[in-house]
């Protein structure tokens, strides 16, 4: 177990649409947010809708201004993309506070600059430092964690994302038109690049349908690559999605609830292939952007009451008990299940 400071959570860039997801789940899960991010005035008119929240603006240009916004959290989560510029400054600022770090980025390259940055500085610090722990990217490693449990052999994995829409943030089409870098999957062991022209398919979503699929990885590549023996990676995205999130027209996300909720669906399914037996393993739920904010403020619970394994640059699935952490999600969050479609007994039971 690490010991884990005390102290507020500072939300790097807590006026965006995720961030506000975040402050509110870190209220709601009784911690204490503090307001930061680089745009003063939008930090000033969020906490009047929040009163008693601490403000503390920072530009990631401002060595000192950002060290003064982390300096006293036990943890910070970075929400402000493109996470190419603001992934290295805040996750840096963090460790030297002694806080844990992690941020919801979706960008390969992103992950890549902070597992290069911060492996000695944040080992020696005792914190962790957790990128993508989000949707994209962190959801997919604790699935794929929970299924490898226990195994060393040589996996393959599928991991496939359906969506009824994508509506995508202001956010997210910046961090679009930020990360231009090829992708990469993993191939006989190792990371290399996707093919250039994307394979498609369908696949089953169950309540989502058979839909055809893109192949798109995320940030799973990178995490997975830290710590499960996988020999191959093959990673899908629903093609009507990534038409949404490629047409300049699509609107930004509808709040239809109470909570600021979007109505669209997500089904997250991994696959694994270990041998003859086969394992899948399913997520449900509501609104890929307010789905991150649980599981982040999850994680920042788990780090800070010590249910975390060790410390450094990390991935998800490193650190944390996976399926337990699925299983607190749900069902408030997600709807889980887990199904053995190889050979031996096949059931259908909640994770």
Known sequence: MSTSPSGPVVVY???GHTGRFVVDELLRRGLTPVLSGRDASRLAAMAEDRPGLEVRPARVDDPGALRAAVTGAAAVVN???PFLDTGVAVSGAAVAAGAHYLDVTAEQPAVEAVYAARPDDAEQAGVAVIPAMAFY???????ATALLAGTSEPASLSVAIGLDAWWP????????ARNTAPRRTIVDGTLAPVPHTAPRTSWDFGTLGDQPVAALPFSEPLLLARHLPVARLDSYLSASALSDIRDPSTPPPPATDERGRSPQQFVVEVVAQVGDREERMSV???DIYAAT????????VRLLDGRAAGTGVVAPGEVFDAEDFLRALSPDTLTVRRRITGPGPRETTPA
């Open 293 to 300: 904010a649980p599981l982040a403020v999850e994680a920042v």
């Open 137 to 143: 990217g962190g959801l997919a490693d604790l699935l």
């Open 79 to 81: 929400v402000a993309g």
């Open 284 to 286: 449900g739920g509501r």
């Open 13 to 15: 860039g807590a006026y």
């Open 169 to 176: 943030t202001a956010g997210t089409r910046l961090t679009g």
